[in-house]
C-alpha cells in the first residue's frame, strides 16, 4: 500500500505502528495482480517514520518485505523494491542501491529483487552502467527519466543510447518502464525512442 498520497505518504513498509495495514495490502496486491494478469509487484518503503530509531524502522521493512515476498512466492508473483532520492522525496527510506543489497541480503528471500530507476539512481549515486552490470542478478525492473528535470531521455546528462546499449550488452531482459514527465507533450516527446536506437 502507498498509504494517503493526498497527504504525502509514499508507502508505509518501513512503518513500525501500520504492519497490520501493510499486511492487508499484500493480500489485496495479490487479489488485483491476479485480476490484471500481473507477474510482479513493487513495494514501497516509504518516509521514514518520525519517533522510532534507525534499528526499528530498519526490522519492520525487513520483516514485512519476508512476509510479502513469502506470500507473493506462493502465488507466482515476483518482489520488487525500489530506492527513491531523497530531493524529490525528502526522507524516503530506501534510497541507494548499497542499502537495498543490504536490506535484501537481511530478507533473505529468492523472491525479492531490484526495481532500479535510472533517474533515481543518478540522483543519489551516479555510476549507473556499472551498477546495473554488478547487481543485473537481482534487478528485475528498470525505469528511466532524464536528469536534471525528470522528463523524456535526450533531455538532460544521462547517455541513454550508451545505457541501452549497455542493457542488451550485459543480457538485460526485463522491461524498462517510461517513468517521466513529457518536456512537452507526450507525442512530440516519443522521438526520444528512435534518437536513442530503442524501436
Same mark, same amino acid.
Given at each position: #500500500?502507498?498509504?494517503?498520497?493526498? +497527504? ?30 500481473? @507477474? ?15 534499528? @526499528? ?8 518485505? +519476508?512476509? %510479502? ?11 520488487? /523494491?525500489? /530506492? ?5 522525496? #525528502? ?5 541507494? @542501491? ?56 535526450? @533531455? ?30 507526450? %507525442?512530440?516527446?516519443?522521438?526520444? /525512442? ?6
Amino acid at each position: #500500500p502507498a498509504g494517503d498520497w493526498a +497527504k504525502g505518504e509514499r508507502g508505509i513498509a518501513c512503518h513500525p505502528d501500520r504492519v497490520e495495514e501493510f499486511r492487508a495490502g499484500v493480500d489485496k496486491a495479490i487479489a488485483y495482480a491476479q485480476v490484471l494478469g500481473n @507477474t510482479q509487484i513493487n513495494c514501497l518503503a516509504g518516509i521514514r517514520p518520525q519517533g522510532y530509531d534507525c534499528a @526499528t524502522v530498519e526490522q519492520t521493512f525487513v520483516e514485512n518485505l +519476508k512476509f %510479502a515476498a513469502e506470500k507473493l512466492q506462493a502465488a507466482g508473483i515476483k518482489l520488487v /523494491m525500489e /530506492m527513491i532520492n531523497t530531493r524529490d522525496i #525528502p526522507g524516503f527510506y530506501l534510497n541507494t @542501491t548499497k542499502q537495498a543489497l543490504a536490506i535484501r541480503d537481511k530478507v533473505a528471500s529468492s523472491n525479492l529483487f531490484l526495481q532500479y530507476d535510472i533517474y533515481h539512481m543518478q540522483v543519489m549515486e551516479g555510476d549507473l552502467a556499472r551498477t546495473v552490470e554488478a547487481n543485473l542478478a537481482v534487478i528485475n525492473h528498470v525505469q528511466l527519466a532524464d536528469n536534471p528535470g525528470r522528463n523524456e531521455p535526450g @533531455t538532460g546528462e544521462i547517455n541513454y543510447r550508451f545505457l541501452f546499449e549497455h542493457l542488451d550488452r550485459i543480457g538485460y531482459q526485463g522491461w524498462i518502464g517510461c517513468e517521466y514527465k513529457p518536456a512537452t507533450t507526450t %507525442a512530440a516527446g516519443l522521438g526520444w /525512442m528512435k534518437a536513442h536506437n530503442a524501436i
